[in-house]
Each structure stands twice: as structure tokens, then as C-alpha cells.
């Protein structure tokens, strides 16, 4: 992008970046949503169909136990496709390098990533208790810190804070922008989660962990068009910033 560009075009580019690599960005988020499936299926599904409170009880166990670990690797996995959408994005929508690679220098900004997450998630959780509108306005200043914390490696401090200067007067921009991929995203899943659902149904595979699966696939497939479209917001912002 050459020019600032509203809400639409920024989501329909982050949908042609997704489009061009969906190969490499499917991958890594099949691989979340195939380890959150064998997470499901070794704990929930070892329940009978009516569990009583003790076996309730017994399945928090490995859920306390495998909770953290599943939001590192969630986590790990935001890092690369960030990090991955951000080196394409600057050669347009052609992906720049080893999505691998990207797998692997993103172990390094994982950490930042997670804790700029955390930081801007519980701020937005106390607003969002407070009165809903502080929370909502926290949120979207900080929305391309995720972005500044991964692509470019800033910590976790840096991140936010270059977040909220650039989204200065910019607010409802990045808010529209935001929600427009959110609704479109929220839409699609639910439509292919249940087409999917149901073909599946009609074909006589029936087994919950199957469906289960086609659901954590479909909800996975998803959240890369919001990171691609963080990564765009990112590059927006920029340049409304040197143009004054």
C-alpha cells in the first residue's frame, strides 16, 4: 500500500495476502487446532455421557495442567503467522520467506507477544467490567501491538505504547476496521462449521470427536485473516502517521 485506504479495502487486502499463502497459514493453524482437538478428546472425551461432580472435578486436572501449554503454542502460533504476514506484506501479497522459518524466529517473540496480549487483555477486561466503552477504547488503541510485538520484535512496553500513538485520532478508524474483519470472520466460520457439520451428518459420520475436529479446523482457519488484517492496519497506520 502506497496510501492510507479505509476499512474495506484494508480487509479485502488482508483477505488477498491470506488467499496467496493460504498453503503455509493453513498449516500452522492446522497444527493448533489438531493439538486443542487431542487436548478435547483426552479429557472431555473420556467422559461418560452423564459425568457425576467427581468426574467433573477429575477432568480439571489436565486442563490446569495443559491450559498454559495450549496458550503457548496458541500464542507461538499468532507469533509466526504475524511475523510470516508481515515480511509478506512488504513484497505485496507474495509471501517473503519460510513460513518455517518464521516458525522458528518467532520462539524468540513469543514471549513479548504474550505478554503484550495479557497486558492488553486484562486493561480491556477491567474496562469492559467497568463500564464497556473503556474497554473497548483500550482494546483498539492497542490493536497493532500484537504486530509491533511480533513482526518487529518490540517489547511488550514498546509495543503498546507505539500502538496507542499510532492509533491517535485515528480511533474509529482502526475500531471499523477491527470489527468488519470480526463480523466477517464470525459469519464465515459459523456457516462452514455447520455446512460442514451437516454433510458430515448426512455422510453417516456422526462421531462427536470428528465433528469436533471439522470445528476446531474451521474456528482455526479464521483467525489468520485477523492477524493479516492487524498486519495491514499496522501498515495503514503507519502511513497516515508520515503524512501527518
Do not use: K
Amino acid at each position: 500500500m502506497e496510501e492510507p485506504q479505509g476499512a474495506p479495502v484494508l480487509v479485502g487486502w488482508a483477505w488477498r495476502l491470506y488467499l496467496a499463502n493460504w498453503r503455509p497459514v493453513l498449516a500452522v493453524s492446522a497444527i493448533l487446532a489438531v493439538v486443542e482437538w487431542l487436548f478435547f478428546l483426552a479429557t472431555i472425551g473420556t467422559l461418560p455421557a452423564h459425568p457425576t461432580r467427581t468426574q467433573l472435578v477429575s477432568v480439571g486436572v489436565p486442563f490446569d495442567l495443559a491450559g498454559p501449554l495450549l496458550v503457548l503454542i496458541g500464542v507461538w502460533a499468532a507469533a509466526t503467522l504475524l511475523n510470516f504476514f508481515g515480511g509478506a506484506a512488504e513484497e505485496g501479497v507474495a509471501a517473503s520467506g519460510d513460513m518455517w522459518a518464521c516458525a522458528r524466529a518467532s520462539l524468540s517473540r513469543a514471549w513479548p507477544l504474550l505478554l503484550t496480549m495479557l497486558a492488553a487483555t486484562l486493561a480491556g477486561a477491567v474496562g469492559l467490567a467497568l463500564l464497556v466503552v473503556p474497554g473497548v477504547y483500550l482494546l483498539t488503541r492497542w490493536s497493532v501491538a500484537p504486530v509491533l510485538a511480533a513482526a518487529e520484535g518490540q517489547r511488550a512496553g514498546a509495543a503498546l505504547r507505539r500502538s496507542y500513538e499510532l492509533t491517535a485520532g485515528h480511533f474509529w478508524h482502526a475500531l471499523g476496521t477491527v470489527l468488519l474483519v470480526a463480523v466477517a470472520i464470525v459469519a464465515g466460520t459459523l456457516a462452514l462449521s455447520e455446512v460442514g457439520t451437516a454433510v458430515l451428518v448426512a455422510a453417516g459420520l456422526r462421531s462427536p470427536a470428528g465433528i469436533l475436529l471439522w470445528q476446531e479446523l474451521v474456528s482455526a482457519a479464521g483467525n489468520p485473516w485477523l492477524l493479516a488484517t492487524l498486519v495491514a492496519l499496522r501498515d495503514d497506520l503507519v502511513l497516515r502517521a508520515r503524512v501527518g
